[in-house]
Structures are given as structure tokens and as C-alpha cells.
């Protein structure tokens, strides 16, 4: 169970595109989801909290214009990056809020490599 | 200061032996947990263990296991026999709070290697 999925899995685009990534909680609701970007050999960078019919929590530092997050349903959401430029290249990773050992635990979908051109 | 502390960037373990990679904390909550999770080079995040602040019996899963040592604010990730298939990057992590709804703060990761 707590199974999440992320799609596509890479991308390329040319600079100027928009890209939308979904991730998708496939055998449970999750009212909070979370979205990632990750740099080669670093750690996870927290970008924003994103919370089912509601607007979404950015973190300092991160361009809400830039980095659309919607949460239209208790198993969806979906990051669009705008007007994506070769700086916006990185590894991005959802995880959903779902049952877990002593509480709640976040899971994570597998993922998705975006390389803009 | 850094909430999750990992000081070890590269491990190196032989097959079938143990290992112990390490994470320090720092919060003010009571109510918090602790997480590992392991990077394979494909890039998903495998969550491993758990460790909720009051637990008094160390997590177990399989061949790993949380040493939690809360007056030191160290949550080990402890690796017991150990196999090709774990090398990979490990984050420990931290959820600050009773709720799994909260951010989780990572470390930096640490690499690990096993060699035949």
C-alpha cells in the first residue's frame, strides 16, 4: 500500500515551454502533498506544501509564478513549471501524506528528471 | 543551525558486514519523528524506518534498525548484514510535530558503497 506516483518520468523541453508534472496517490487520499527539488548530490530542497482545494504553501525562496502547484482532488496534484528555463533543470519529486508506522508518513513518487534545452 | 545533521558524505562496508550511519537532530518540540530514507540511483525515495520521540523501544525493520539516543538527539540508522543492493544515498529526516501532515527537514545525505 502507500504506493505514489509521479508523471512523466523525465522530460526535455525547449526553453520558453511550460512543463506539468502529476503525482498521484494510487490506494489512498492525501489532503497534503508535498513537492521537491533535488540537485545532483545534494539533498531535498522543499518547495512547497500543497493542500487539497486550497492554495498552495511556498517556501521562502521559491517563485509561486514560476512554480504553479494546484491540488484539485484528494489523490492529485500538479506542479507546472512556466516558462521553464535551463536553470530550472533538476530532479523533482512529490510525496504524499498517507497512514504510516506511529502516525502519518510521507511517501514518495519515483520522481521525474526534467532537462530544458 | 542545521536541523538534521549527517557527517558522513561516503561509506564504505564489505558485504554481509554491519554498518551504522549517522544522524543528529536538533528541535525544541516534544512530539517529533524521525525518518530514513534510501536513494537508489534511479532517484525514488525508499522510506526504510521510522522513530516517533516518544517511542521508548528502538525501530525495527528487517535487517535495519533505529538506535535512538534521545538525550543525544541521535537517530543511527543501523544496516545489519549487509548487501550489493544497499549501496545508494541515505537521507535521515524530520518531521517536527505529532502531525504527518508537517514538512520534513532532510539531511544531507550519505553515500553508501558495499563492495563484494
Known amino acids: 500500500g502507500a504506493v505514489v506516483s509521479q508523471h512523466p518520468s523525465w522530460v526535455i523541453c525547449k526553453s520558453g515551454t511550460s512543463v506539468k508534472i502529476e503525482c498521484r496517490s494510487l490506494?489512498?487520499?492525501?489532503?497534503?502533498m508535498f513537492w521537491y527539488r533535488q540537485f545532483p548530490k545534494q539533498s531535498l530542497m522543499l518547495m512547497a506544501t500543497?493542500?487539497?482545494?486550497?492554495?498552495?504553501?511556498?517556501e521562502q525562496g521559491v517563485e509561486k509564478d514560476k512554480f504553479l502547484i494546484n491540488h484539485a482532488s484528494l489523490t492529485l496534484s500538479t506542479l507546472t513549471v512556466t516558462s521553464a528555463h535551463p536553470e530550472d533543470s533538476s530532479f523533482y519529486i512529490c510525496?504524499?501524506?498517507?497512514?504510516?508506522?506511529?502516525?502519518?508518513?510521507?511517501?514518495f513518487g519515483p520522481g521525474t528528471r526534467l532537462t530544458v534545452l | 543551525a542545521q536541523k538534521i545533521t549527517q557527517t558522513q558524505p561516503g561509506m564504505f562496508v564489505q558485504e554481509k558486514e554491519a554498518v551504522t550511519l549517522d544522524c543528529t537532530y536538533d528541535?525544541?518540540?516534544?512530539?517529533?519523528?524521525l525518518f530514513w530514507y534510501k536513494q537508489p540511483s534511479s532517484g525514488e525515495m525508499i522510506f526504510l524506518i521510522y522513530?516517533?520521540?516518544?517511542?521508548?523501544q528502538n525501530a525495527t525493520e528487517g535487517r535495519y534498525s533505529l538506535n535512538f539516543q534521545k538525550a543525544r538527539k541521535s537517530a543511527n540508522l543501523v544496516i545489519s548484514a549487509s548487501q550489493l543492493g544497499d549501496s545508494a544515498m541515505y537521507f535521515c529526516?524530520?518531521?517536527?510535530?505529532?502531525?504527518?501532515?508537517?514538512?520534513?527537514?532532510f539531511g544531507k545525505g550519505t553515500m553508501l558503497l558495499v563492495s563484494p
Open positions: 522513530q516517533g520521540s516518544y517511542d521508548e
Open positions: 490506494d489512498f487520499q492525501a489532503t497534503t
Open positions: 500543497s493542500n487539497e482545494g486550497s492554495k498552495a504553501t511556498y
Open positions: 510525496s504524499a501524506g498517507g497512514p504510516g508506522q506511529g502516525g502519518d508518513t510521507q511517501y
Open positions: 528541535t525544541s518540540d516534544q512530539s517529533y519523528g
Open positions: 529526516a524530520m518531521r517536527e510535530g505529532p502531525s504527518g501532515y508537517s514538512t520534513l527537514t
